[in-house]
């Protein structure tokens, strides 16, 4: 759970830096490799997770969201600035693939904080859809945006979602 709140702790701060700052490129490059790192733990987070549920089909649905979020990390790396077509492609498919991931198991879960889950998987698909239909963008900022904006409510929906249950860990489903 702490690598939650820190990863909506950091998330937030790449919002307020990129809103406040007076050099928007400085920031927004940044803000990028900020946004990196902040990827990263979302998919250490949900790699953690995979190992939680009992059936087969919960874990599979972890390990396809985590990696989605290493393929997006990687993306960013390799693209920062969202200047080529297929790569926004394929960072808009990966987040879409990652919120699909998640809705799958909050759909068919039995556990109380699923309600959390779904809130979050619906967040990284619309995220995913934004950037995949948006694109070609004149800035990349408000893709970051969306990007902080989504790993904010992954980290602060994974919190009340192990509050909700015994011994701050998923009950098996």
Do not use: C
Request: proline letters at 5%.
């Amino acid at each position: 759970m702490i690598w939650s709140l820190v990863l909506a702790i950091g998330a937030g701060a790449v919002l307020l830096f990129l809103q406040f700052t007076p050099r928007p490129f400085l920031t927004t490059i940044a803000a990028i490799l900020w946004l990196v790192a902040l990827m990263g733990a979302a998919a250490l987070i949900q790699m953690l997770q995979a190992h939680v549920p009992s059936r087969r089909l919960g874990r599979i649905a972890w390990r396809v969201a985590g990696a989605s979020y290493v393929v997006g990390a990687a993306i960013l790396i390799a693209d920062p600035l969202l200047g080529n077509g297929r790569m926004v492609a394929a960072l808009a498919s990966a987040l879409a693939l990652a919120g699909l991931a998640r809705l799958s198991f909050a759909l068919g879960s039995e556990q109380r904080g699923r309600r959390w889950y779904f809130l979050s998987g619906v967040m990284t698909l619309t995220v995913g859809m934004a950037i995949g239909f948006a694109w070609p963008f004149s800035l990349v900022a408000p893709a970051i945006k969306l990007l902080a904006v989504d790993l904010l409510v992954l980290g602060a929906t994974n919190i009340p979602a192990h509050n909700g249950t015994f011994d701050n860990r998923m009950r098996p489903t």
